[in-house]
């Protein structure tokens, strides 16, 4: 995976939950976005507008539990049927609990699964219980993101989508990631949203811990794109500040321009809420591919087409100088002034 500097994560702002402890998944739903906690078997719904939260109890009293015998939901999806399913994330037998909400009746029903998570752990030859953090429908199938935890990489698996029905799992696929690093401690996915049908935007954080159950130091977060056959780009989450956001991003909601985001935080204390941020995006809607642009264009070429549009815009129409355009194609990649002439002319762009 590889840092692009062609998009940007940058928080407005974060509001404290109170009352939401562990937030581990978000869900949009309309206006609303649905929170989920993995030390309780609750969810809460939040109006972003009004900063309205209501919750909604699964099982029993829906109190946070202790950490052995919390439930552990840390994915979220919603199927094509409209309902919502929680994913326990088996890295304990505690944690392989499937709970399914109905939204017309606010009905759930929870199941144990840990036939699902022996299927990943064999599909991946995983030695550990895997730790699932993320999950999307696609295709007919349900795939699972797979966090990084000691030696074990990334990865994603893919089963059949009725096994939110009930049905026996198998691995339908496979694939590994090496996500890289934040100031020397691995990025591991924790969160991952459909927005095309060959593109998913995933969260990943950077916590330098030794399993999946351990808690350890967060150096940061980051947001990508991953694209099929699996090519993956990321960029760090700065704060408001123009700092690195040392945030462990655990739920992800996109917004369906892709120019903004809704993202959940996990402070690992329970006696600190969970933070809902509000997140603007850039180049995640890949608008630096223009219409026009012919097959074949690398990604470098894609980027110098995208800022002389939009610095021709900025400047009314009018021819932007050599100097002014290889300025501001640098703050994504650099190149030589000799090497952005050549593309110009080889792309038979103007300046």
Not at 2 to 16: G, I, K, Q, Y
Not at 106 to 116: E, G, P, Y
Not at 133 to 161: K, N, W, Y
Request: with cysteine.
């Amino acid at each position: 995976m590889t840092e692009d500097r062609a998009l940007t994560a940058r928080v407005v702002e974060f509001n404290p939950l109170e009352g939401v402890s562990a937030g581990s998944a978000l869900v949009r739903i309309g206006a609303r976005l649905l929170a989920v906690h993995d030390d309780a078997f609750r969810v809460t719904w939040i109006d972003p507008a009004r900063f309205k939260l209501t919750p909604l109890v699964l099982r029993g009293e829906g109190t946070a539990l202790p950490k052995a015998r919390k439930p552990d939901f840390e994915a979220a999806v919603r199927t094509p049927d409209g309902d919502v399913h929680l994913l326990g994330s088996g890295s304990t037998s505690r944690r392989c609990t499937f709970a399914r909400i109905d939204l017309e009746s606010l009905t759930v029903s929870l199941q144990d699964r840990a036939d699902v998570y022996r299927c990943v752990q064999k599909a991946l030859g995983l030695e550990i219980r895997p730790n699932v953090e993320g999950a999307i429908v696609r295709d007919g199938r349900l795939r699972l993101f797979h966090r990084a935890s000691g030696r074990a990489p990334s990865a994603i698996v893919d089963v059949p989508i009725d096994v939110l029905a009930g049905a026996a799992p198998r691995a339908l696929a496979t694939q590994t990631f090496d996500l890289g690093s934040l100031d020397g401690v691995g990025l591991a996915f924790t969160d991952a949203v459909a927005v095309s049908a060959h593109r998913v935007i995933f969260a990943a954080a950077a916590e330098d811990t030794p399993d999946a159950i351990a808690d350890g130091p967060v150096t940061g977060s980051v947001l990508g794109i991953l694209e099929d056959p699996g090519n993956a780009r990321f960029t760090r989450l700065i704060a408001a500040d123009g700092t690195p956001c040392r945030s462990k991003v655990e739920g992800l909601a996109v917004d369906d321009d892709l120019q903004g985001a809704w993202i959940l935080t996990d402070p690992d204390d329970p006696r600190r809420p969970t933070e809902l941020g509000r997140v603007e995006l850039r180049g995640f809607d890949d608008k630096y591919v223009l219409p026009d642009a012919r097959d074949g264009l690398t990604r470098e070429e894609r980027v110098v087409l995208w800022v002389l549009h939009e610095t021709q815009k900025e400047r009314g129409g009018r021819n932007v100088p050599t100097a002014m355009l290889w300025g501001r194609v640098c703050e994504h990649f650099y190149i030589s002034p000799e090497d952005l002439s050549a593309m110009l002319a080889r792309l038979g762009a103007r300046k």
